[in-house]
């Protein structure tokens, strides 16, 4: 770096003095100019910092040399100077003779990441209110540029190509989120290549905002305090002890509250930085039971009357603004009875909610009583959707680009995501999410978004890549079977690898041929029967993961653990956590390998792909539909219809659901008659559950158990809640024969998400919409046999071939809005384009609630 400010005093005045009354004439609208910064591999410009620029702008302004020349094939230096020429990058306060003080406020935590890039006629200023402001405008002028980092590893990187370097500009850049960790790495992830994906995209902040859960940890740092005064503990059945990391305080205890407040007190003193402090529960249950607490009103109130406190102490200090982070969740997620203080941020949760509120009411609720809320968002859960296509919240572009500026609209200012290293499923989701959480406005850019990502990552191969992206990331709502799914990736990827030639494309493509096949052998081992086929499956979905790490398309360590938790024995020398520290480099077969994949390999990946899976093709368009379900007969006008039989006498053999309805809350309930135990092992007692979705602890609301004594035993299942129920039952294998009450709402589903189970001949109703023109799914069993409301059939014994796989019937004239009947059908039956609901007459047909509103209200018209 070469030195530019040893020169006298004098003149460094009267360059500031210089530099001021440039700034006056530079900053006018007129002055704006187009500045070409490189041309014919030569640059004319040099990156100017400050003599006192901290090492993070140092490191930024680094980074813009190194790019700008890679770009251009020109050599930026890095100088010292007072900003009157060149590319200046620096903090506001670095340059104090521009002017730019009045554009910014970083003591306003809202303001913090605010930034100017503006181009004049002797260079340009990439401004920033903080130093980390700095960087994104550094990344901002580069990503203006066209460089990109779509994914963290090298591969997805995009430097351009340009012998011209010029620009235009005068931008001021202000992000509407203030956190923006949407995604943020989950443990275990490699934490530098996130940190710098998330650099390069803008999704640092300089505003931290903790809301871990604290309530263990407070206990841990105060242990000889609750060891000596155990009324500190939840009073749980009668005790108040450590129950381990989900015990929770005894919080109407005033010496309790004043203990958490000087704990808080202390951590503040001691980092005096920190923006903010946690005053999150422990995760999991355990609330205090004692008279005191329940008097202080609900869990929400509890909470928020301790983050209260601690919120009023550290804002007493003399440390400037700090903030309490708490989540509204689980339990305490119902919005409080008591008003939150200004300093403490709320982060409602979309997941784990309790008292039947959805997230949209969750979020009204608190906002009437918080003023700063965030947001605990799920994006990619391993233990949820294990880095799978067509499943995470954070890959699905649907829900991005509606519920991302929705989120801002209602005041959430603050994201927090949690994400997994799951880029092959997740991460054209990931990169969108940054682009949005910055400017909501992208949301309404996102065909843009997509279109310049598969340009510059497959180019010639888009069109079939435009296809891959959509099956994974915009087609949600489609019920596909795991076949289809495949097929339709190899195949995109096949005709995307016919089409390129390019080195940088060839890699991409490969990785995601890699991903694919983590697919297939994931789907194998979830297929696997038996001990021996389980443990040779996870072998070897394992291995081909662990030898793919490297590309982050999936999440290896919390595989590892996700296998252990399934009941493989995994060792412990497979473990990539302690390889990481040690042993890297060392395989343990057959469950390790770093031997890197061969173009012999992934050729043959693809190709068996092709071969296994290219007949496996969906032949029609599946329809998705809702589980609000409501009774259908008397709002369709449905006709009495002969009552059937859900198989072999309404016998059910292992675990089941049906959904079921009650008219009022405290309705007499749901009686059965039930005999178990058909079989000549003992399997143990039938277990029955009732759930209602306005259950707050999402717990059953009845349960009853029969023996399998082979006897008819009357039980009845209430519910405190009227409308939409969910009756679960296991015998463990046994066979159970149950009757239901005739004309009450029972009714099972059958999709190819959730097969019914069925056993036996069965005769059952199910509704073709108005307007369905083709009733398409699938059936295991060539003795199907369906019936249109008029009784034609037109399905029947071995019409589809081979006597396994798809059907599509064209509905005749007048034959939707109408039920249509499932006569003698064996194996099972999964609808794909009408609601997968089936039931024995039409009293007992429940169908989704949209549904049935938009055919009640054609039957009105008419």
Not at 118 to 129: E, F, K, R, V
Not at 254 to 281: C, K, Q
Not at 302 to 316: F, G, H, I, Y
Request: aromatic share 12%; proline share 5%; hydrophobic share 35%.
């Amino acid at each position: 770096m070469r030195d530019c400010t040893t020169f006298l005093c004098w003149g460094r005045l009267m360059s500031a003095v210089f530099a001021f009354f440039l700034f006056s004439t530079v900053m006018s609208a007129d002055a704006i100019a187009e500045v070409v910064l490189a041309d014919g591999g030569e640059s004319f410009y040099p990156v100017v910092i400050t003599q006192g620029a901290s090492s993070d702008v140092e490191k930024a302004a680094d980074d813009l040399a190194q790019y700008l020349g890679e770009i251009s094939g020109a050599v930026f230096e890095v100088v010292r100077g007072h900003g009157d020429s060149g590319i200046v990058v620096g903090n506001h306060i670095d340059f104090p003779g521009l002017g730019f003080e009045e554009k910014f406020d970083p003591n306003d935590l809202m303001r913090r990441d605010e930034y100017v890039i503006q181009s004049h006629g002797d260079g340009l200023y990439l401004i920033g209110a903080t130093d980390l402001a700095t960087q994104h405008a550094v990344w901002d002028l580069l990503y203006r540029l066209g460089h990109r980092q779509f994914i963290p590893t090298d591969n997805w990187e995009i430097i351009p190509d340009k012998e011209t370097l010029s620009v235009e500009l005068d931008v001021f850049e202000s992000p509407d989120f203030v956190v923006r960790r949407g995604p943020r790495g989950a443990a275990w992830s490699d934490g530098e290549l996130w940190e710098q994906w998330m650099d390069r995209n803008r999704l640092t902040s300089d505003f931290t905002l903790r809301t871990t859960h604290s309530y263990g940890g407070i206990i841990r740092a105060n242990q000889e305090a609750f060891d000596e005064n155990p009324e500190f503990y939840a009073k749980i059945d009668g005790k108040r002890e450590w129950v381990g990391g989900n015990s929770k305080f005894c919080i109407s205890n005033d010496d309790l509250r004043e203990l958490v407040v000087n704990h808080a007190v202390g951590v503040i003193e001691e980092t005096p930085e920190r923006d903010s402090i946690s005053m999150d529960p422990s995760d999991g249950g355990n609330w205090c039971e004692c008279e005191g607490c329940e008097a202080m009103g609900s869990v929400s109130d509890q909470v928020v009357t301790l983050a209260n406190e601690v919120a009023e102490a550290v804002n007493s200090l003399d440390h400037g603004d700090k903030y309490v982070g708490i989540y509204a969740y689980a339990a305490y997620s119902p919005p409080p009875n008591v008003d939150v203080h200004p300093k403490v941020i709320v982060s409602t949760a979309t997941a784990f909610l309790r008292g039947g509120f959805t997230k949209e009411e969750l979020i009204e609720g608190w906002s009437e009583r918080a003023n700063m809320l965030g947001l605990r968002d799920y994006y990619g859960t391993h233990v949820w959707w294990r880095a799978m296509p067509r499943r995470s919240r954070g890959s699905n572009v649907n829900y991005l680009v509606e519920y991302l500026p929705y989120y801002y609209r209602e005041g959430i200012r603050f994201m927090n995501a949690c994400g997994a290293d799951s880029w092959g499923a997740d991460g054209l989701g990931y990169y969108l999410s940054g682009r949005i959480l910055w400017d909501t406005a992208e949301a309404e850019r996102a065909d843009d978004i997509i279109e310049d990502f598969l340009e510059k990552c497959f180019a010639d191969a888009k069109e079939p890549m435009r296809d891959f992206y959509y099956l994974l990331s915009q087609d949600h709502d489609t019920v596909r079977t795991n076949d289809d799914v495949l097929a339709r990736m190899f195949g995109y990827l096949d005709e995307a690898r016919k089409m390129t030639d390019d080195p940088a494309v060839i890699e991409r493509l490969d990785e995601l041929i890699l991903y694919t096949r983590y697919v297939e052998l994931k789907y194998k081992f979830n297929d696997a029967g038996g001990e021996d086929a389980r443990e040779a499956a996870a072998q070897e979905l394992f291995r081909h993961a662990y030898r793919m790490r490297d590309t982050m398309m999936i999440h290896i360590q919390a595989l590892y653990r996700w296998l252990r938790r399934r009941g493989i024995d995994m060792p412990e020398e497979a473990d990539p956590g302690r390889l990481s520290v040690g042993s890297e480099g060392k395989d343990f077969a057959p469950w390790t390998s770093s031997e890197a994949f061969s173009e012999e390999e992934i050729g043959g990946f693809l190709e068996a792909g092709l071969d296994n899976y290219e007949k496996m093709v969906v032949p029609f368009e599946p329809v998705s539909f809702s589980d609000e379900l409501v009774p259908a007969a008397d709002a369709l006008d449905l006709p009495e219809v002969t009552t059937g039989d859900f198989g072999r006498g309404d016998s059910f053999r292992g675990s089941f659901s049906m959904y079921t309805w009650f008219d009022e809350a405290g309705d007499k309930g749901l009686p059965l008659e039930v005999s178990a135990g058909h079989t000549w092992q003992d399997r143990g007692d039938v277990q029955f559950e009732l759930h209602s979705p306005q259950e707050p602890l999402v717990e059953p609301v009845d349960t009853a158990s029969v023996p399998p004594d082979e006897e008819t035993h009357e039980i009845v299942l209430a519910s405190p809640y009227d409308g939409l129920h969910e009756l679960r039952w296991s015998d463990g294998g046994g066979t159970t024969k149950i009757n239901f009450p005739e004309d009450h709402p029972m009714t099972i589903r059958s999709s190819m998400d959730a097969p019914a189970g069925l056993r036996g001949n069965r005769f059952l109703y199910f509704y073709v919409p108005k307007g369905t023109e083709m009733v398409g799914g699938y059936t295991t069993h060539e003795r199907t046999r369906i019936l249109d409301g008029a009784g034609n059939r037109l399905l029947d014994w071995g019409d589809v071939e081979g006597g396994e796989g798809y059907f599509d019937i064209p509905v005749p004239e007048g034959q939707d809005g109408t039920l249509w009947k499932l006569e003698r059908g064996y194996g099972q039956q999964m609808l794909m384009t009408v609601p997968p609901y089936f039931a024995r007459n039409e009293r007992e047909l429940l169908l989704p609630r949209e549904v049935v509103e938009a055919d009640s209200e054609k039957s009105s018209l008419h």
